[in-house]
């Protein structure tokens, strides 16, 4: 009797550590050890995640969800796609979290351009007022692009200045609207 209450107590305090250790970043700009590198699979299994959605009718996809629903991992082709960041308790790794302020991310990330630069060999941020989209107008973004082409980017309620959903994108590939991504996911309320 004794040892199933050690063992459900080990059980418990693992499962506490696995979960303290996924809110950890990496250099990516995500959860602990996440990039377009990573095994995707393998990271998945080894924390909690279970599957949201699954579309293989033109490319494997998987969209899958955090335990708590605080992360969504997108999965294209079985790697990272997206990385959705859409409630506080999970940081950049800079330290930015959902919550936090427009120039919080600014403080933290650098200067931030109305239009892309000419120079890509350095991480830059872009804004993007959002007035094109019919329904999500009321966010704004802003993306740090890598020289990898990795986009990280943080839509900001334009009312309040505040962070509402932090995303990395491991491969901008010339679609990189984080607010595309909002509206397929239904990530956030429209907004206008």
């Known amino acids: 009797m004794n040892l199933k209450k050690v063992l459900c107590a080990s059980l418990f305090i693992g499962l506490t550590v696995v979960s303290n250790i996924s ?16 095994d995707v699979y393998s990271y998945l299994n080894s924390y909690p ?8 009718r ?37 330290g930015i979290s959902v919550g936090m302020t427009f120039n919080d991310v600014v403080y933290a990330y650098g200067k931030v351009y109305r239009n892309e630069p000419v120079d890509y ?32 980017n943080f839509i900001f309620d334009k ?10 994108q491991s491969n901008r590939h010339g679609n990189s609207r984080a607010i595309s991504y909002v509206e397929k996911y239904k990530l956030l309320p429209y907004k206008k």
């Not at 033109?58 to 796609?81: I, M, T």
């Open 23 to 38: 809110a950890m970043t990496d250099n990516a700009g995500v959860l602990g050890g996440v990039n377009k590198d990573t």
């Open 49 to 56: 995640y279970h599957l949201v959605s699954t579309d293989h």
């Open 58 to 94: 033109h490319v494997a996809h998987d969209l899958y969800a955090s335990d708590d629903n605080c992360v969504l991992v997108d999965v294209w082709d079985n790697r990272v796609g997206q990385v959705f960041l859409v409630a506080p308790g999970y940081t950049t790794n800079k």
């Open 121 to 152: 060999r350095e991480i830059y941020g872009v804004y993007d007022d959002n007035s094109w989209s019919k329904n999500y107008s009321g966010y704004g973004v802003v993306e740090y692009v890598s020289p990898q082409n990795e986009g990280l």
């Open 159 to 168: 009312s309040t200045g505040k962070v509402v959903l932090i995303m990395y």
